[in-house]
């Protein structure tokens, strides 16, 4: 989904407030191990919501902070927003008051817990007052730096608009970028210097009223640095300053070189080649031959003309079907029968070039995204190798694409992993294939989200509505898909767990069949 696809409501307040204390009971009463993770399931579905539309609210008001009907919505959060905080942390110290509290260490891992503690550690109800204060501060400092405006180039612009003008080729332009962007700043400097003042002095009375000696013992907390502090960062920029800014000081040295700035400046940093991209060190190279794969950005023509021979690419499917992104596991994800390698002569669009070789190969029933992705890999270095011998002797065939036949694939996200039960147990098994390795199939089991690795079709029907556990046995975990099939799950993980045989989890936890 894009961004401004992404639909924004106000939350309840007074719900979500409700709600956090029903969860700080039930985390602080919960009689068993599984009873607690179900609960801290719980709260992180109930806080999913109002993150999401906070953050939304956030991003645009940031990005035009003279809107004012998104400057209410982050006056809302501002003034909200530590209540709410307050809230979560009473259902953090609700955990921790459990006897079964290491059951979330062995589910979610020792920064679950460590998390809370910092949660309960860094904020109370003592500071509320001082923390709406200080979401008003840094909302009025965001308004002075995002609402600014720049005049440049015979345009009002904003700081982000003037970037192209920093990467300018003329460095005359990009000094003058960063002038005005400055001359902004040093406008605003009595006021910026206010606000920063006070935000400063806020975050200090903070943390003494929470115990702290200053802010920079409670930013640890607050941002929760878990297993380091001030030592381990001292030993960090002493690292930097002594490892990494030698070896900076002598890419800084080649650039110099490269670019022909002899005393670059600030304004100069942007500038690795001196036209503004690598052809003209390509030139110099003066190779026969480019050969690129997996490298997933269009190049420009005037790159693609520097070799002798031309530049070709090496794609894993049949072009023109699948250009783009994730080639290899949409083929899987859709179920398709076949696939293969292509090699094509790069053009300046997406995969769009004259195909000059291919090699089909089948796609198992139950292989992998990452099991065919080895396979083709191996298979694109030796259709590799041969097309290359082809070009060397002249005997080589370009093949046009059938645009009308081309195809486009999106790159994955973890908003695909969770399995629909409501369709085809094939669908699933491909679905389940299809996100192996990365990011991997989701189902919720008695209230916990595992991953799923491993699924086999079972002959069975059952009445049960789709999602359901109908049965559970040595060879899996039986469910129930659409139209009355079942899928059984044979591989999982478990949060915090190994990922195993269902069988053997089934060894050590029970998990609800409907009756």
Not at 8 to 32: G, H, N, Q, V, W
Not at 324 to 339: R, S
Not at 385 to 391: F, L, M, P, Q, Y
Not at 416 to 444: F, Q, Y
Request: overall charge negative; hydrophobic content about 40%.
């Amino acid at each position: 989904m894009k961004f401004r696809e992404m639909t924004y409501t106000r939350p309840d307040i007074d719900a979500l407030l409700a709600r956090c204390k029903e969860l700080a009971a039930k985390a602080e009463s919960a009689a068993s191990s599984e009873a607690l993770v179900a609960v801290y399931y719980e709260q992180s579905r109930a806080f999913a919501d109002y993150n999401t539309a906070a953050n939304l609210a956030s991003i645009h008001y940031t990005c035009d902070t003279r809107d004012a009907a998104w400057k209410a919505e982050q006056d809302f959060f501002d003034a909200n927003g530590p209540a709410v905080q307050n809230a979560s942390v009473e259902i953090s110290r609700a955990f921790l008051a459990n006897p079964h509290v290491d059951a979330l260490t062995e589910a979610f891992g020792t920064t679950c817990v460590a998390g809370m503690k910092n949660a309960v550690l860094g904020m109370d109800d003592r500071t509320i007052d001082l923390q709406k204060e200080y979401n008003a501060l840094v909302s009025q400092y965001q308004q002075v730096y995002g609402g600014a405006l720049v005049e440049f180039d015979g345009k009002q612009l904003t700081i982000p608009q003037l970037g192209p003008y920093k990467e300018n080729l003329d460095p005359a332009v990009r000094r003058a970028a960063y002038e005005a962007e400055a001359g902004y700043f040093d406008a605003h400097r009595a006021e910026l210097d206010e606000l920063y003042t006070k935000i400063v002095k806020n975050l200090n009375e903070q943390a003494k009223i929470l115990g702290y000696h200053d802010y920079s013992e409670l930013s640890y907390v607050r941002m929760n640095r878990i297993g380091y502090g001030p030592e381990e960062i001292k030993r960090f920029r002493d690292q930097v300053a002594n490892d990494v800014v030698p070896q900076l000081q002598k890419v800084i040295e080649l650039r110099r070189k490269r670019t022909g700035i002899e005393h670059p400046t600030f304004a100069d940093l942007p500038v690795t080649f001196k036209d503004g991209a690598a052809t003209e060190l390509l030139r110099t190279l003066a190779p026969e031959l480019l050969v690129v794969v997996a490298y997933g950005r269009i190049l420009p023509q005037t790159f693609l003309d520097v070799a002798k021979y031309g530049s070709i690419n090496v794609h894993g499917s049949l072009l023109p079907k699948y250009r783009g992104a994730a080639p290899i596991q949409w083929a899987v994800l859709n179920g398709d029968k076949t696939t293969g390698v292509s090699v094509q002569y790069m053009a300046a669009a997406m995969d769009a070039g004259d195909v000059i070789a291919s090699r089909e190969t089948e796609i198992g029933e139950f292989e992998t995204s990452g099991e065919l992705f080895d396979r083709l890999k191996t298979l694109g270095a030796e259709l590799l190798v041969e097309t290359v011998r082809k070009i060397a002797s002249g005997d080589v065939v370009r093949v046009p694409q059938n645009e009308a036949d081309a195809t486009y694939t999106k790159m994955l996200h973890k908003e695909m992993c969770p399995i629909d039960w409501n369709k085809s147990p094939r669908e699933i098994v491909k679905h389940i294939c299809g996100l192996d390795p990365w990011p991997v199939a989701t189902a919720e089991l008695g209230g916990v989200s595992f991953r799923v690795f491993g699924a086999e079709y079972t002959n069975n029907k059952c009445s049960a509505e789709p999602g359901m556990v109908v049965g559970t046995d040595k060879n899996g975990i039986e469910i129930a898909c659409a139209d009355g099939e079942t899928l059984l799950i044979t591989e999982l993980q478990a949060p915090g767990k190994k990922r195993m045989k269902a069988a053997d989890f089934l060894r050590g936890h029970n998990i609800k069949v409907k009756g």
